[in-house]
C-alpha cells in the first residue's frame, strides 16, 4: 500500500512543493506537486534524488571517532563528553575554537534556534560559514544602503518587464537570494507578456539562451558595466528615482562620484560596447517596471559589495525600488528585519590579517592562515556543521594541510567527506526525511509573500537525533565540562515556530500550516517604504563613504588593468549541489560534468582537442581534467564547476569517487578577498593552461 505527502524539498533556495510516494519506510516515488501556491508543480532532478540520500548506505547512522587513523563507533554520550573534555583542556592553553558552518545550515530551521547557545559554549564570538563565500556583500551592503542586513530587494519577476540578470544563471541554480520556483516558465511569461530578459555573463549559459539577448563580459568587471549604465541614465536625463525622492540621502554624492568616468573607459574595460550600454541604459530608464539583478558572478569579485552598491542606485535611478514589477521587500511572517538587530561591522579582528569581523561573520578564506598560523589565539579545536570547506572555500589544500594540524576537530556531517575526514568526532544527523521543514530563510526572499511547512516524512531511526538535538546536546556537554549548568528546558523548534507564527501579524499557526498541502499564499509583495527602511535618519543611503573608499580603489585598478593568460570562472550543474549531492547515482550518471570549458580558439592556439588532458595552474596549486571546446564560453575565459575532488585519500562517497573530478578551489586564492565583506572571490581567477602530452598521462 502507498501515500503520497505533500512535503518541501529542502536542497535548494527554490524551496519546491513535492508530492513523495511512500511505500513502507521508502520513497518509491518523487513528483512536483502541481497546486503548491510557489511552485506550481516545477521540480527538478535533485529533488527525486532525496530518497537517495535517506537510503544512502555511506550515510553515517551512529557517531564515529578517528583511532590510528581508522574510524571505530561510539556512542553519542562517550563522543560528547570526551569532545567537552577536550575542548576544555585546548581552551585552558593559549588557542582558541572556531566554528565553520555550511550551506545546509540555512536549509535547517531548526539549527538556527541553538547555533547562538553552541557558539557560546564552543567559546567563538565570529563565525566562518558559507555566507563569506557567498551573499556577505549583498548583506552589508543592505545595512550600509538600506539599514538592516536582512532587506533583501527581491525581484518581482512577475509583474516586470524588463530584467537585467548579471551573473547568475537561475536556470541551472533556480534563483538565489530569490526563491523563485519554476523560473524558467517566469522567464518565459515575462518574454510572452512583450517584456525582455537580458543576460550578462561571460559564458552564454542556459539562462543566456533563453534569453532575448545575452552579452559576454570580462570576468571581474562588471563594475564598470554598472557605473556605465548609470551614466547612460544620466546621459539621457532619465534618472528618476520617482517615489523614492523623499526617502533619499546624498544622491547627488554618490552620482557626481560615477561622473569622473567616462562610458568609453568603462566599455573597453569590461568588454562590452559603448552602444550596448546605451541601449540598456535607455531600456532600463524607460519608466516600465525593470530589475537589475546580480548574482554569484558579481558577487564573488574583488568588488563584490560595491557591484551590489551599484545595483542598488541603478534600481533607485529607474524608481523601481519598492515598485511592483522591480525589486521588493517581502513581507515575511518570520521576519528577520524585525526579529534581528540590524547587523554589526568591525567589532573585532582576524588575529592574522586584522580584517574586520562583518555581520558576526569571519572570513572563511582566512580559516587556514587562523590555524596554522602560530601565536596567541591560534585555532586549536574546530567543529563544523554540515560544511566542506575543503572543496568550498579558496586554498582547498592549504584547508587539507591546516585541518590534519589541529588539536580538535568535530563534524557534524553524515558522511566521511573531503573535510569531515580530518575530524577526530563525526556526529551525524538522522536522515533528511526524519526532519521537519519551514522555509525560515527564504519565504523572506520570495517572489511572493508565502508560508509553508512540512512535518518529517518518517520517525527518526532509533538512536538517530537531529542537527538540532546534536547541537543542543554538545552545547549541554561544554557547559557541564566548564562547569556551567546545562539548558535543561528545551523548547522543541515547532514548538518555538508555533510560538512565532502565531506572534506574527498574519496570526497564523503551526497546525494551520500542518493541515495545509500546498502552503498558504499571502499575496504579491506590497510597497513598504519607507517603513521597511532601518537606517536611524529612515533614509536610503546612496553614498555611504566606506563604499566610496572602494570606489577609489577601483578606480586606481581600473586605470591600471592586469592581464594574464586566462581568467578561470565556476559554474552550476541543474543535477549538482555544491559539493554534497554526487553520491546519487541518479543525478551523477552522464556524461563527466568536471571538465574545463574553453573556447575552439584558445583550444586551437594551445593544440588542444576536445576531450584532451590539460593541466591547470597558478601559484596556488594544479589539477588536470579534461577540456570541453565549446563557442559558449568567451575567449581567454575558461570554466570549471566547484564542488568535485572527491578522489582526496580517506573519503567515503562511494558513486561520487567514480567520477570524482578536481576541485577548482585548489586554484583560488585565498588571500584575495572583497575588502569591504571579506567575501572570497571565486571568479576571475589567473591562471595558465598546458597540453598534458600523452607520454605524461
Ligand atoms: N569556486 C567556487 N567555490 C564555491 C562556490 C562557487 O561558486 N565557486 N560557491 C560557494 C557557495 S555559494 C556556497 S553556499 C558554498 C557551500 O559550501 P559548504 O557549505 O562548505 O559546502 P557544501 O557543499 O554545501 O557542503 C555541505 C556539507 O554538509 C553536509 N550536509 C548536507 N546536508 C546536511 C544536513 O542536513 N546536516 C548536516 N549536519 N550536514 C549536512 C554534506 O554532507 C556536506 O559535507 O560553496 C562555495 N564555494
Ligand atoms: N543546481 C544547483 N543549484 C544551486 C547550487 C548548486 O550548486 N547547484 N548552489 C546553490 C547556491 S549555494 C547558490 S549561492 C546559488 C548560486 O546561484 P547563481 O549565482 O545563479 O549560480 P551560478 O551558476 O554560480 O551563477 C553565476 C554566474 O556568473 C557567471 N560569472 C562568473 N564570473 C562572472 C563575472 O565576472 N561577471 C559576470 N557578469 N558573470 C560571471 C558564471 O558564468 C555563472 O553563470 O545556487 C544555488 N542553487
Ligand atoms: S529547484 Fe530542485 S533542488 Fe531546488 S527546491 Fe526545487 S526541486 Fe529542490
Ligand atoms: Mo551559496
Redesign the pocket.
Known amino acids: 500500500m502507498s501515500e503520497t505527502h505533500a512535503r518541501t524539498c529542502h536542497i ?2 527554490a524551496n519546491c512543493g513535492t508530492l513523495m510516494t511512500v511505500e513502507g519506510n521508502k520513497v518509491t516515488k518523487v513528483t512536483g506537486n502541481p497546486d503548491h501556491v510557489l511552485s506550481r508543480g516545477y521540480i ?1 532532478p ?1 529533488a527525486t534524488a532525496i530518497p537517495d540520500i535517506q537510503d544512502d548506505p555511506d550515510r553515517l547512522r551512529v557517531p564515529i571517532k578517528k583511532i590510528d587513523n581508522d574510524w571505530k563507533e561510539v556512542t553519542w554520550a562517550e563522543a560528547f563528553s570526551d569532545i567537552a573534555k577536550r575542548h576544555k583542556s585546548i581552551l585552558e592553553g593559549k588557542k582558541t575554537s572556531a566554528i565553520f558552518a555550511g ?1 545546509p545550515n540555512v536549509h535547517n530551521y531548526s539549527s538556527s534556534f541553538f547555533m547562538r547557545g553552541l557558539k557560546k559554549a564552543w567559546g567563538v564570538q565570529g563565525i566562518y560559514s ?1 555566507s563569506t563565500l ?2 556577505i556583500p549583498h548583506m552589508v551592503c543592505q545595512k550600509w544602503v538600506y539599514g538592516h542586513n536582512a532587506l533583501y530587494p527581491v525581484p518581482d519577476v512577475d509583474r516586470t518587464m524588463y530584467m537585467l540578470c ?5 536556470l ?6 530569490w526563491t523563485v520556483p519554476d523560473v524558467k516558465n517566469r522567464i518565459k511569461e515575462l518574454q510572452d507578456r512583450g517584456g525582455k530578459f537580458i543576460v ?4 552564454k ?1 542556459e ?1 543566456a539562451k533563453l534569453a532575448d539577448e545575452h552579452y559576454h ?6 563594475t564598470a ?1 554598472f557605473i556605465g549604465l548609470l551614466l547612460a541614465l544620466d546621459k539621457y536625463n532619465l534618472i528618476n528615482p520617482r517615489h523614492l525622492i523623499p526617502h533619499l540621502k546624498d544622491w547627488d554624492k554618490a552620482m557626481n562620484f560615477l561622473r569622473r568616468f567616462s562610458i568609453e573607459g568603462l566599455s573597453s574595460y569590461c568588454g562590452i560596447s559603448t552602444q550596448t550600454i546605451l541601449s540598456i541604459g535607455k531600456q532600463l530608464g524607460s519608466g516600465k517596471p525593470a530589475i537589475v539583478y ?6 564573488v ?1 574583488k568588488h563584490g559589495t560595491l557591484n551590489h552598491w551599484l545595483i542598488q542606485l541603478l534600481n533607485i535611478a529607474t524608481g523601481n525600488v519598492d515598485n511592483e514589477g522591480g525589486v521588493m521587500f517581502p513581507d515575511p511572517v518570520i521576519d528577520p528585519v524585525e526579529r534581528s538587530g540590524t547587523g554589526s561591522y568591525a567589532r573585532y579582528h582576524q588575529r592574522v590579517s586584522g580584517r574586520p569581523e562583518v555581520l558576526g561573520e569571519l572570513p572563511a578564506a582566512e580559516l587556514a592562515s587562523e590555524i596554522t598560523t602560530k601565536g596567541d589565539g591560534q585555532i586549536g579545536a574546530l567543529l563544523t556543521i554540515a560544511a566542506n570547506p575543503v572543496l568550498s572555500a579558496p586554498g582547498g589544500r592549504q584547508i587539507d594541510l591546516a585541518l590534519e594540524s589541529l588539536e580538535l576537530m568535530v563534524s557534524i556531517d553524515m558522511y566521511i567527506t573531503e573535510t569531515s575526514r580530518h575530524a577526530d568526532y563525526i556526529l551525524p544527523p538522522c536522515g533528511p526525511l526524519e526532519k521537519d521543514h519551514y522555509p525560515l530563510f527564504f519565504a523572506p526572499l520570495a517572489i511572493r509573500n508565502y508560508v509553508d511547512y512540512s512535518p518529517a516524512l518518517f520517525e527518526k531511526e532509533e538512536n538517530s537525533f537531529s542537527d538540532w538535538e546534536i547541537m543542543a546536546d554538545l552545547t549541554d556537554a561544554l557547559l557541564l565540562a566548564g562547569g556551567n549548568t546545562p539548558q535543561s528546558l528545551r523548547v522543541s523548534p515547532p514548538e518555538l515556530l508555533d510560538q512565532f507564527l502565531r506572534s506574527s501579524k498574519y496570526e497564523i499557526n503551526l497546525a494551520q500550516l500542518k493541515s495545509s498541502n500546498n502552503g498558504h499564499d499571502l499575496g504579491p509583495l506590497k510597497r513598504r517604504l519607507p517603513e521597511r527602511l532601518k537606517t536611524e535618519d529612515k533614509l536610503i543611503h546612496c553614498a555611504p563613504d566606506i563604499i566610496l573608499e572602494d570606489l577609489k580603489l577601483f578606480e586606481k585598478s581600473f586605470k591600471s588593468p592586469k592581464d594574464f593568460s586566462f581568467s578561470l ?10 559539493s554534497w549531492m554526487h553520491n546519487s547515482r541518479r543525478l551523477i550518471k552522464g556524461p563527466n560534468r568536471c571538465t574545463l570549458m574553453m573556447h575552439p580558439k584558445d583550444a586551437a592556439m594551445l593544440g588542444i582537442d576536445n576531450k584532451e588532458l590539460v593541466e591547470v595552474y597558478n601559484k596556488i596549486g594544479s589539477l588536470q581534467l579534461p577540456v570541453e571546446i565549446t563557442e559558449d564560453i568567451m575567449q581567454s575565459v575558461v ?1 570549471i564547476p ?2 568535485y575532488g572527491h578522489g582526496r585519500k580517506g573519503v567515503k562517497l562511494t558513486e561520487a569517487q567514480k567520477a570524482a573530478g578536481v576541485s577548482i578551489n585548489d586554484l583560488t586564492d585565498p588571500s584575495i578577498l572583497d575588502n569591504l565583506s571579506g567575501n572570497a572571490v571565486l ?2 581567477i589567473p591562471v595558465e593552461i598546458r597540453k598534458i602530452q600523452s607520454t605524461e598521462v
Request: net charge positive.
Open positions: 535548494c533556495e527538478c535533485k550551506n558559507a557567498d551573499q548579471v551573473g547568475g544563471n537561475p541551472a541554480s533556480n534563483g538565489s537570494l550578462v555573463d561571460p559564458r549559459t539562462t563580459i570580462k570576468p571581474g568587471t562588471d558595466f546580480g548574482r554569484m558572478g558579481v558577487s569579485t570562472i565556476g559554474r552550476r550543474h541543474l543535477r549538482s549541489n555544491n570554466s566547484h564542488g571568479n576571475n
